[in-house]
């Protein structure tokens, strides 16, 4: 495995979550050199490269409006083009789409039909556009089959906002909405939310504070507007998070259940790093996936560095064993995740 590159492109606050300098060190002790890649300089002089980590989610987004970062894109995008052997965790496609809940969330809709024998679904949700919408969006209620309480979430899910939601408790209060959105059924779950994290074929789940139950229903209860990542971290002791009432506890997720899930969405998504959020219905006992997350920070997950590690090697060994022929189409940055 000697003398094979791996490019990581990340922001510097991703680099030091992730602590990169530790990981480079774990690779270079198997032979594997870390680069760390600086979008603002000709990627032709920093290779050559094997493999490419990224989390270009920032660039992508100002993609949208800022012409400084459609070129650092484009010029990584040419780069990448013109050395089609680099496989790329994880592809740029596979990556925007994450970045929309509305794509995301169509993904997720369909998760009760391919794993209907493990009894996983996902909450009824709408796409709320543009302003105009709010006008249909009780008849649509219905018709989706959405109840009160509704999570907002905004559309672009990266950056802080992305972590800005709302609770809705009545159509009086669908005023607080401010589109682009989702609006996603508020689902009891015990105020416990399970994150899992997935590292190519190995996946980890990790127990975090979640939102407490509501009554089921309309309500005129004002909106609470709150900070997902604020409600959710390790230690988070929000009052949105203390139950109001005794209850059992819920069983832990199945782990062949989240196995399943695990698999599906990598073949799904074409990716090897992501996080999906799980929680378990209070009354029906349902596995319900209501997020997933581009390469998540991976925290509380001890084999971390070792599990991505053995994900690069692997795909460095189906890399050589592909041999020349792995350069000759596009699919050579997709076949190995």
Request: net charge negative; with cysteine.
């Amino acid at each position: 495995m000697s003398g094979r590159r791996v490019g990581f492109c990340l922001s510097e606050k991703k680099r030091r979550r992730m602590n990169l300098d530790a990981f480079a060190g774990l690779c270079a002790d198997h032979g594997v050199e870390v680069v760390e890649i600086d979008l603002s300089q000709p990627l032709a002089s920093q290779g050559p490269f094997d493999v490419i980590v990224h989390k270009l989610s920032d660039v992508i987004v100002e993609a949208e409006h800022d012409s400084q970062s459609q070129q650092l894109l484009a010029n990584f995008q040419s780069y990448v083009s013109a050395h089609p052997s680099i496989v790329l965790l994880d592809p740029l496609p596979a990556m925007t789409q994450l970045l929309d809940r509305f794509a995301s969330y169509r993904i997720m809709s369909k998760l009760h039909n391919s794993l209907r024998d493990w009894r996983i679904c996902s909450p009824p949700y709408l796409e709320i556009h543009s302003a105009s919408d709010m006008s249909s969006v009780q008849q649509a209620m219905v018709t989706q089959d959405l109840s009160f309480p509704l999570i907002c979430k905004t559309r672009v899910a990266h950056g802080s906002l992305s972590h800005e939601m709302a609770l809705i408790f009545s159509a009086g209060s669908l005023a607080d909405v401010h589109p682009p959105c989702v609006l996603q059924s508020f689902v009891n779950h015990g105020a416990i939310l399970h994150k899992v994290f997935v590292v190519g074929d190995r996946h980890f789940c990790v127990e975090r504070p979640s939102l407490k139950n509501f009554p089921s229903g309309p309500c005129d209860r004002k909106t609470i507007f709150f900070n997902s990542h604020e409600v959710s971290k390790p230690e988070s002791s929000s009052h949105l998070t203390a139950l109001d009432e005794q209850m059992p506890c819920l069983p832990p997720p199945s782990s062949k259940a989240v196995a399943a899930l695990a698999r599906e969405l990598r073949v799904q998504l074409g990716m090897a790093l992501f996080g999906v959020d799980v929680i378990i219905n209070i009354r029906t006992h349902t596995l319900t996936v209501i997020d997933i997350n581009i390469f998540p920070g991976y925290e509380g997950v001890p084999q971390f560095f070792s599990s991505l590690l053995s994900h690069i090697e692997s795909v460095l060994e189906k890399q050589t064993a592909a041999g020349p022929q792995a350069a000759c189409g596009p699919s050579a940055q997709t076949a190995s995740l």
